[in-house]
Each structure stands twice: as structure tokens, then as C-alpha cells.
């Protein structure tokens, strides 16, 4: 089973920032975050990943809660091509090898 | 880089045959990981390969098998087909401890 749980979908405005909120409780203390997206019909795509400290990269930010139970990704100024299912995983033991998807949040760009 | 590519497309299947779907990982790439994923649904794990070895295996039955080549491309192989397996098979890879890379997908109807 999936060790996240996130809303089943979200909307948000365009040129707005896109906060996805996910709960990851029974997180063990090496365990990374890990969240990719999928927009329709394609392979899922790596985002971001973290373990403790908030992340940023070209696409996204991480923001990870000090007990580590929950994290937010930011999508900092959402377009109407980031609309997409946005997945955040806890992947088995230290290495991103057994990835258990959950069904995601559905993210919805608001023109 | 032509990334994680995957072949053929789309395949229709009847029930009882038997199907090959086949993955080429990014390059660089040594790991290959299969998932399988319903309408509607995220992806559900099926099993990886490394060093041509089966290392890791979700819940699928014995009809789901494969194979990974000294190139690092890999097979996925289904037999006795049933209308459950129609879904979008998903191949990613990776190397060492870093984020996995999904191929685009083949589409898998059985009639």
C-alpha cells in the first residue's frame, strides 16, 4: 500500500502558486519524498525529491515539516501545462527502487 | 538523449495470447523497473531487474515475467492474456540510488 495520502484533486490559477499538501505519518527516518507528475496519457515525470531539509530545483519546491510527516510540493508560478496528477511517494527502505504510487492528486490549472 | 524508450506503442491482444513489450533505458541507466497501470488508477509496481536478475517483485502473478539484456534494454512478458491486463505498461530506469526515469508507455488492450 501507499505510505502518502493526498487530496484526490486541487484547483489553482493560473500564474498563481500551486501548494500540493501530502501526509506521509509512518515515515521512517531514512526515507525520502519523492513526488513526480503525470499529465495525460504520458509516463509519470520526476519532480523533486527530499529527506529533511526543503529542496528546490528548476521546476518545483519542497517543503518538508520538521517531524517530517507531512510536505508540501510548490509549483511556484502554475501554467496551464503543469495541469497533471501529482504523485508523492515514500519509496521502501533507502533507494527509489520500489516505488508504491498512491492515485495522486489531480491538479487542475485555472485559466 | 533519447531517454527511456519503449516499444510498440499500442498492441491489441486477444484473451490467451501471449505479449512482449519491450524497454530501453536511458542511457547510462543499469536498472529497470516495470509498472502497470490501470484507467483511472496510478501505477502498480511489477518487478525491476539489475544485472540481469530479477531483484525486486510486487504483487503480480506468475504470467508476468521478464528479462533484462547485458545492453541494460529489458522485456516485459505476459501470458495467457485476460481482459484485466489491459493497461498502460510503464518501464523506467535508473541508475544506482538516483530518481527513476519513465518511457512514454505501451498501451495493452485485450479483447
Known amino acids: 500500500d501507499a505510505k502518502t495520502t493526498q487530496p484526490t484533486s486541487m484547483d489553482c490559477a493560473e500564474g498563481r502558486a500551486a501548494n500540493l499538501p501530502c501526509n506521509h505519518s509512518?515515515?521512517?527516518?531514512?526515507?525520502?519524498v519523492y513526488w513526480y507528475r503525470q499529465i495525460h496519457s504520458q509516463g509519470p515525470q520526476y519532480i523533486i525529491h527530499?529527506?529533511?531539509n526543503n529542496e528546490t530545483n528548476e521546476m518545483a519546491s519542497l517543503i518538508i515539516t520538521e517531524d517530517r510527516k507531512s510536505s508540501t510540493l510548490i509549483l511556484p508560478h502554475a501554467t496551464l501545462r503543469d495541469t497533471a496528477v501529482y504523485y508523492c511517494?515514500?519509496?521502501?527502505?533507502?533507494?527509489?527502487?520500489?516505488?508504491?504510487f498512491g492515485k495522486g492528486t489531480r491538479l487542475h490549472i485555472l485559466p | 538523449d533519447a531517454g527511456v524508450t519503449q516499444s510498440p506503442t499500442h498492441l491489441i491482444k486477444t484473451r490467451g495470447q501471449q505479449v512482449t513489450l519491450r524497454c530501453s533505458p536511458k542511457?547510462?541507466?543499469?536498472?529497470v523497473s516495470w509498472y502497470q497501470q490501470a484507467l483511472g488508477q496510478g501505477p502498480q509496481f511489477i518487478f525491476q531487474?539489475?544485472?540481469?536478475?530479477?531483484?525486486q517483485r510486487g504483487n503480480f502473478p506468475d504470467r508476468f515475467s521478464g528479462h533484462q539484456f547485458p545492453n541494460y534494454s529489458s522485456e516485459l512478458n505476459v501470458n495467457a492474456l485476460l481482459l484485466g491486463d489491459s493497461a498502460l505498461y510503464l518501464c523506467?530506469?535508473?541508475?544506482?540510488?538516483?530518481?527513476?526515469?519513465f518511457g512514454p508507455g505501451t498501451r495493452l488492450t485485450v479483447l
Open positions: 511517494i515514500v519509496p521502501f527502505g533507502n533507494r527509489d527502487d520500489k516505488i508504491i
Open positions: 523506467a530506469s535508473s541508475l544506482g540510488d538516483g530518481e527513476q526515469f
Open positions: 531487474y539489475y544485472e540481469e536478475e530479477e531483484r
Open positions: 527530499g529527506l529533511k
Open positions: 509512518t515515515i521512517s527516518g531514512n526515507e525520502y
Open positions: 542511457s547510462g541507466h543499469d536498472t
